[in-house]
């Protein structure tokens, strides 16, 4: 499938594996990019920008294909080394970054003489023309169903993205609630030129978390994720746990009241626990609505032919069908 995203990241199939912390290791990322979609390291679970450059040529090491780098710009206490994290990927010679959170716009100049093209990853419109008045090359369009932080408007990818396509000159993709062919040619139906996944990736075989993590993600429903955080405009998609039925007592009892510190222990430093060591009610992790629609544990290769098969059908054969 040729779409403006298979063409501006030179990919195979118009799907992109978004940043996860805690998951996107150059394992996961290779197997995507193998496979014909565009795999992303996640730069900020590299404590150092020596320990991104290592994992950038582990990843090298496990494919030929382009592999992206996600940098996610969060109001966080101490500030990541930014310049030192974008230097690695330059260095590294990785021509996609996937920017998140905070405005990329200072680091823009510096990857675009790179020759790095950058998907900047927004929950509005109002974002998304923000990226594309600062230069960013493409947008990923995050949906109020998707696992991690919808932002705070609450719009479904029903609405979001053909207002999305409306409004934007720059190719976009659906990002949120993507699981399959159906996803794929609803994304492409609503005016975005490909899908970003998350909570889909990582049950596949590849992904190196716990398998603890996959089952959850099986074992889930629709129903099964909460919203947390949302006093504090930091909203996050989790899945429901102990430790978010404890997180959202304390929320309800605390009120407008309810302070990071508060809530310190759901949250901080959490993912190692829950991603590698399987420990599921250590913390509140990321997942999106999607596990409803994940019964399976494939390989990367294996979903993304899937997927790829099933929108083709979908084309062909169904919507084809009804002219
Ligand atoms: C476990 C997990 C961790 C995530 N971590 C990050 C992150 O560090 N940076 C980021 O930009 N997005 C992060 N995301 C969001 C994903 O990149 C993606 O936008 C989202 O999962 C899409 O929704 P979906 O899960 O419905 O596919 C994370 C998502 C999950 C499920």
Known sequence: MKTKITEMFGIEHPIIQGGMHYVGFAELAAAVSNAGGLGIITGLTQRTPELLANEIRRCREMTDKPFGVNLTFLPSLSTPDYPGYIKAIIDGGVKAVETAGNNPQKWLPAMHEAGIKVIHKCTSVRHSLKAESIGCDAVSVDGFECGGHPGEDDIPNFILLPRAADELKIPFVASGGMADGRSLVAALALGAEGMNM???????????????????????????????????????????????????????ELGANLKFEDIMAEVAGVYPKIMLEGTMEAGAWSCGMVAGLIHDVPTCKQLIDRIMAEADAIIRQRLAGFL
């Open 198 to 252: 998350g909570t889909r990736f990582i049950a596949t075989q590849e992904a190196p978390v716990h398998e603890n993590v996959k089952q959850a993600i099986v074992a889930a429903s629709e129903l099964d994720t909460r919203l947390v955080m949302r006093s504090l405009r930091n909203t996050e998609r989790v899945l429901r746990n102990g430790a978010v039925d404890r997180l959202i007592a304390k929320e309800k």
